[in-house]
């Protein structure tokens, strides 16, 4: 393995770490069961499709929406 191809990786996991940050969850983690912004729950398919997700469907869609 070279310098590229350690940089490429470094490149890979920093955008997938910010991607997470953005999306509001992260690869992972234990997953809320209350949503951070509303504190509605959040349903258990959502909990576990999405390891370590921090908001529910509505207000996921608000902060996406806002960008």
């Not at 959040?42 to 997700?53: F, H, S, Y």
Request: contains cysteine; hydrophobic residues 35%.
């Amino acid at each position: 393995m070279d310098v590229i191809d350690r940089a490429n990786e470094l490149n890979d996991w920093l955008l997938g770490k910010q991607l997470a940050a953005q999306t509001g969850h992260t690869a992972h983690g234990t997953s809320r069961h209350d949503c951070e912004e509303c504190a509605d729950p959040i349903p258990e398919g959502r909990r576990v499709a999405l390891p370590g997700v921090r908001l529910c469907i509505g207000c996921q869609t608000l902060m996406e929406k806002r960008r």
